[in-house]
């Protein structure tokens, strides 16, 4: 318990985990989805806090040994508590990171934080997650994130023909600039 007290936690894609916003002088952060934007957060705090505690929960212990060589305490899901008292810690020091694909603007239009959202599983899902992160913090929607050769610019790339509208808008963020304003 101690340890929560001087955490920060950053969720990512729809997981919740508590965080407290208390900065101290080795500042410890929680990444709940270590995976391409949450290592980036994470090598990133340890670049602002050089010797605060980083903990990457993961689904599987597959990258671990990376996490470990870039400074990265790796954690299982399953290892994390699941009981009220770990939940309540979080209360207003709380980031989720979602997606902008819970709008339904598929027609090139410009989405707002008030446009409709798709009755879509996946959208449902992250909307119902977003609620209750919004009970105890923030929720941020990314879209278009990317790398060199990650994104939806690989996709598009790899096509001789984009039917598509061809004056319409397309969200794009480097995972880097994502990491560095979380």
């Given amino acids: 318990e101690q340890m929560m007290h001087s955490a920060i936690q950053v969720?990512?894609?729809?997981i919740?985990?508590?965080a407290v916003n208390r900065i101290t002088a080795s500042p410890k952060l929680n990444v709940v989805g270590c995976?391409?934007?949450?290592t980036r957060v994470a090598k990133e705090w340890l670049e602002r806090y050089p010797d605060s505690d980083v903990c990457g929960e993961t689904v599987s212990s597959k990258r671990h040994d990376e996490l470990r060589t870039l400074g990265i305490r790796p954690l299982l899901r399953e290892a994390r508590p699941k009981n009220d008292k770990y939940a309540r810690l979080c209360e207003n020091c709380f980031v989720m990171i979602s997606s902008g694909g819970v709008y339904a603007e598929d027609q090139g239009g410009i989405c707002f934080e008030t446009s409709p959202v798709t009755a879509s599983a996946r959208a449902q899902k992250l909307l119902?997650?977003?609620a209750a992160a919004l009970k105890?913090?923030?929720?941020i929607r990314l879209a278009g994130l990317?790398?060199?050769?990650?994104?939806?610019?690989?996709?598009?790339?790899?096509?001789t023909t984009v039917d598509a509208i061809p004056d319409s808008?397309?969200?794009?963020?480097?995972?880097d600039d994502a990491a560095t304003a979380t």
């Fill in 128 to 130: 119902k997650a977003e």
């Fill in 146 to 159: 990317y790398t060199l050769d990650r994104g939806a610019h690989v996709f598009w790339y790899a096509k």
């Fill in 16 to 18: 919740m985990a508590p």
């Fill in 136 to 139: 105890v913090g923030a929720v």
């Fill in 11 to 14: 969720v990512l894609i729809g």
């Fill in 35 to 38: 995976g391409v934007l949450g």
């Fill in 169 to 175: 808008f397309i969200n794009l963020v480097h995972y």
